[in-house]
């Protein structure tokens, strides 16, 4: 298979699931009863509507929306807007879709990257150094330390250190830098450190007593020598766990980071547009995910010749 291949291939199959994911959201939110408008419609009960000012008020909602329709014509209509990605515009804000999904998303990787690196690195490392030091004290703590982060709930933990950092202080005196920056990426950082310190563990383990590693100590080889051939064996499926978590991040760890601190990042919008019904917004969040998943495929099947020689992915 060809480098061309590859790619015509992975982008494929990205489009089937765009469509068939997108499809299935659309049917939830079109076939199922819109919340949105059954509190409208509570709250001009309570103001002592009567039946036809309850039917005018329902239908300049669904008008408004473009859901008065015929449901095929609103799924193609949807559908063809997404491919060309003229996303609209927000059905509760106004503002276009596109700029809006692609703001939140560039504010969500301002905390997400950067523990993706620290995560990536200090779980790499401490797995290694546990892996090569297997009766090490220091290995045993950091192991427990690694898993107990990676168990305490993010909201609970992020609330702790809002109380410990400010206390009781006005809002005013809330430094962005740290708000806003340093805490999302600590708990972010958390979240990921155990799962990688447990697969970094556990692969550098299958590989620590391997013959060529045994060698390699026999030609007096230093640490540093041996935890670099153990880390090149066990690159691919480290990698493989890297892309596996960092779309698990997206769809979900923001949620609870960005409504703690109140990020204006793509999971809170997300969260806003499912709470109003907003199917635009939806729609391109949705599509931004799944970009994310075709670009992250084509990249580990990319990686793996370079990470071990021994791989072929038919592209040489």
Known sequence: MTLLRLFAKRIALGL???????????????????????GQEGLLRFAGADEAELEAARE?????????????????????????????DSLATG?????????????????????????????????????????????????ASAYLLFALPNFWVGGLLFSLTWGEEPAASYSPLVFEHALPILLTTTTLL???????????LEYASAEFVTLVKAKGAGRLRVATH????????????????????????????ETLFGIEGFGLLLLEAVHQRDLPVILGSTIVIIGVGVVGNILQDLSYTVLDPRVDTGTR
């Open 16 to 38: 089937v699931a765009a469509w068939a994911v997108l499809t299935s959201v659309f049917a939830m939110f079109t076939l199922t009863d819109d919340w949105v408008l059954a």
């Open 230 to 257: 153990v880390v090149r064996n066990a690159a691919i499926p480290l990698f493989s766990m890297l892309f596996t978590e960092a779309l698990a991040l997206l769809v979900l760890a923001v949620f609870v980071i």
């Open 95 to 143: 503002e276009a879709v596109f700029p809006l999904v692609v703001g939140a998303a560039s504010r969500t990787a301002l905390y997400v990257l950067p523990a993706l690196a620290l995560g990536i690195a200090l779980g790499t490392l401490g797995g290694l150094y546990v892996a090569l030091n297997p009766d090490s004290r220091l290995a045993g703590g950091g192991l």
């Open 60 to 88: 300049e909602y669904l008008a408004a929306r473009g859901f008065d329709r015929p449901l095929r014509e609103q799924y193609v209509d949807w559908m063809g807007d997404m491919v060309l990605l003229d996303w609209g």
């Open 194 to 204: 155990g799962g990688y310190v447990s697969y970094s563990r556990a692969h550098s």
